[in-house]
Nanobody, 120 residues
Framework: QVQLVESGGGLVQAGDSLRLTCVASGRSITPYAVGWFRQAPGKERSFVTAMNWNGETWSTDSVRGRFTITKDKDKHKFFLQLHCLKSGDTGTYLC??????????????WGKGTLVTVSS
């Protein structure tokens, strides 16, 4: 059974950068598409960005050019680099693994999330 655990969240100011990490344990996630969702207070969980097994990436419009997903070469970790953070980016960030295009219905594994708070 693969488990996903996030880390790296925190309180930052608008314009700052942050890097989130997701570590997979138990089994390789190489065959999966992996990605990140976020859930703002009082709102539904929404897709942020994802990467397929072959390195192809895709993102929601609001983060394109600011957020980047990468994967460690050993394929057991993946990351979300966040730049130019805005107050609207505040939320709990959850890593996920499943099948492309990684809509919520495509997710097979969820992490529990790490909180990112952006103060303006």
């Amino acid at each position: 059974q693969v488990q996903l655990v996030e880390s790296g969240g925190g309180l930052v100011q608008a314009g700052d950068s942050l890097r989130l990490t997701c570590v997979a344990s138990g089994r390789s996630i190489t065959p999966y598409a992996v990605g990140w969702f976020r859930q703002a207070p009082g709102k539904e969980r929404s897709f942020v960005t994802a990467m397929n097994w072959n390195g192809e990436t895709w993102s929601t419009d609001s983060v394109r050019g600011r957020f980047t997903i990468t994967k460690d070469k050993d394929k057991h970790k993946f990351f979300l680099q966040l730049h130019c953070l805005k107050s609207g980016d505040t939320g709990t960030y959850l890593c996920a693994a499943g099948s492309k295009p990684l809509r919520r219905m495509d997710v097979r594994l969820w992490g529990k999330g790490t909180l990112v708070t952006v103060s303006s």
